[in-house]
């Protein structure tokens, strides 16, 4: 196609009605984009294999770690399932119309493409917001939070999050075409008005600036939590008598635990319901106990000495001695009854562990998986806001195609990014994903030991 017959076409395609059965509008061939349409395919290329691993370990890491099985990672696999989505299915055929500069799924498959797609990228904006929505609740209002993101709110969310993708561009069924900007089927951009703007602006800018205000107050909370702490707690000694969370609560990044920090430490100073809580003095005093041979002469100075308990054991009879009497003096000390101890009871020292850093450990958890949310919003925001600002300014097409094919090819990267960024942020998919890869690839490495044994056998 000739450049004023491709520009012809764009512009046909933005402000006048589409003919199906043309298929002179199923090309995007332009002088332009012809060498560009090699690294357009080998970035495809790269995205759909990048994307579709990616995303289904992480699916399969929630299959099959009980600890990333969490109420917090349902939305990580909710998005990674529409990210999967996209690369697996949407992403091969982007890939074709570039390398053949033409759609060759028909104007029923455009339809459908353009819907599959806008339904992903509405589900992957409705999950960053229920993250980000996710992320506040746990710091500001747990409560809320434990109500809302119960097993049954997660059962009613993200079902929701499908259907409002569905419901919002279902409608758009009869205005899905070819765009020869983007080389790939799109809602028609005028055709659609003023409702296709108005999703635009709730989808894009509504939601995303949405999410960007959660994270601001979550950084603003954390931020204040921590000038706290350092006001209360200058010294590590200070910090020691800090109650440890309620048993089987979950710590910030959502992973269940069986039972109170302190107790995982191996401290044995958490108060437990119903036992009084040990006085600083009680611990110290355990700390710096005397020796045998100290305690057996010298009484403590911290503590009194322990109860004797008395003796079952009849005492044994004593015989007459034959050696003259002893010539010292009889001894004025009292009785060898000791008196009550008024300590508290005994307790098992401290362990080595340090107990700032066990109980800071739930904060630096909360900021590592608040970092790592952060990013997966901020990529998304990177991917399509250039796009979606270059649709804004340039209403008539008149910006040269390679730009909008660069645009767009941008966006293909928000699907495969998120996996690498929870493998590089997060320690538990990161070790998920090293035993998943471990085990695809234990067959081929048993495979190739046989192989290298025969032929040193031979």
């Keep these: 196609m000739e450049p004023s017959a491709w520009r012809d076409a764009s512009t046909r395609n933005l402000t006048h009605d589409w003919?199906?059965?043309?298929?002179?509008?199923?090309?995007?061939?332009?002088?332009?984009?012809?060498?560009?349409?090699?690294?357009?395919?080998?970035?495809?290329?790269?995205?759909?294999?990048?994307?579709?691993?990616?995303?289904?370990?992480?699916?399969?890491?929630?299959?099959?770690?009980?600890?990333?099985?969490?109420?917090?990672?349902?939305?990580?696999?909710?998005?990674?399932?529409?990210?999967?989505?996209?690369?697996?299915?949407?992403?091969?055929?982007?890939?074709?119309?570039?390398?053949?500069?033409?759609?060759?799924?028909?104007?029923?498959?455009?339809?459908?493409?353009?819907?599959?797609?806008?339904?992903?990228?509405?589900?992957?904006?409705?999950?960053?917001?229920?993250?980000?929505?996710?992320?506040?609740?746990?710091?500001?209002?747990?409560?809320?939070?434990?109500?809302?993101?119960?097993?049954?709110?997660?059962?009613?969310?993200?079902?929701?999050?499908w259907a409002l993708g569905l419901a919002s561009f279902g409608p758009?069924?009869?205005?899905?075409?070819?765009?020869?900007?983007?080389?790939?089927?799109?809602?028609?951009?005028?055709?659609?008005?003023?409702?296709?703007?108005?999703?635009?602006?709730?989808?894009?800018?509504?939601?995303?600036?949405?999410?960007?205000?959660?994270?601001?107050?979550?950084?603003?909370?954390?931020?204040?939590?921590?000038?706290?702490?350092?006001?209360?707690?200058?010294?590590?000694?200070s910090s020691r008598m800090k109650v440890a969370p309620a048993a089987g609560t979950e710590d910030d990044s959502g992973v269940s635990q069986?039972?109170?920090?302190?107790?995982?430490?191996?401290?044995?100073?958490?108060?437990?319901?119903?036992?009084?809580?040990?006085?600083?003095s009680a611990l110290d005093s355990h700390t710096a106990r005397a020796s045998p041979e100290e305690s057996a002469t010298t009484p403590s100075a911290t503590t009194p000495p322990a109860l004797t308990p008395p003796s079952t054991t009849p005492p044994?009879?004593?015989?007459?001695s034959t050696s003259p009497p002893s010539k010292t003096p009889p001894s004025t000390s009292p009785p060898s009854k000791t008196p009550p101890s008024t300590s508290p009871p005994s307790m098992t020292p401290p362990s080595t562990t340090p107990p700032r850093a066990t109980q800071s450990s739930g904060g630096d958890e909360l900021k590592r998986v608040t970092r790592m949310c952060f990013a997966v919003f901020l990529c998304f925001v990177f991917c399509f806001v250039p796009f979606l600002l270059l649709i804004l300014a340039d209403q008539r097409g008149r910006a040269p195609p390679i730009l909008y094919m660069f645009c767009a090819s941008l966006t293909w990267l928000n699907s495969c990014i998120n996996p690498l960024l929870y493998a590089v942020m997060n320690p538990q998919f990161r070790r998920s994903y090293h035993l998943l890869l471990t085990r695809a690839f234990s067959p081929l490495g048993r495979l190739w030991r046989a192989l290298r044994n025969r032929s040193a056998s031979c």
């Design 19 to 161: 003919d199906s059965d043309n298929q002179t509008y199923f090309s995007c061939y332009h002088p332009l984009v012809v060498e560009y349409r090699y690294f357009a395919v080998l970035w495809g290329c790269l995205v759909t294999i990048t994307g579709t691993v990616g995303n289904l370990m992480t699916v399969l890491a929630f299959a099959t770690d009980p600890c990333i099985r969490t109420r917090f990672n349902v939305l990580i696999v909710n998005l990674a399932l529409a990210d999967l989505l996209y690369c697996a299915l949407l992403q091969p055929v982007v890939t074709d119309s570039y390398l053949h500069l033409r759609w060759r799924g028909g104007a029923l498959g455009c339809r459908a493409f353009g819907l599959l797609l806008y339904v992903s990228n509405a589900v992957s904006v409705l999950t960053l917001c229920l993250i980000a929505v996710s992320r506040y609740l746990l710091v500001q209002r747990r409560s809320t939070f434990e109500r809302l993101f119960s097993a049954r709110g997660l059962l009613l969310l993200l079902p929701s999050t």
């Design 172 to 237: 758009f069924w009869p205005v899905y075409v070819f765009m020869p900007l983007v080389c790939t089927c799109s809602f028609h951009w005028t055709r659609g008005r003023p409702y296709t703007t108005i999703l635009l602006f709730l989808y894009c800018f509504a939601g995303l600036f949405c999410v960007g205000v959660f994270y601001l107050l979550i950084y603003r909370r954390v931020r204040l939590a921590a000038r706290a702490v350092l006001r209360h707690c200058p010294s590590r000694r």
């Design 258 to 280: 069986g039972e109170p920090p302190a107790h995982r430490a191996g401290a044995t100073w958490y108060k437990e319901p119903g036992e009084p809580q040990p006085t600083r």
């Design 316 to 320: 044994p009879t004593s015989l007459p």
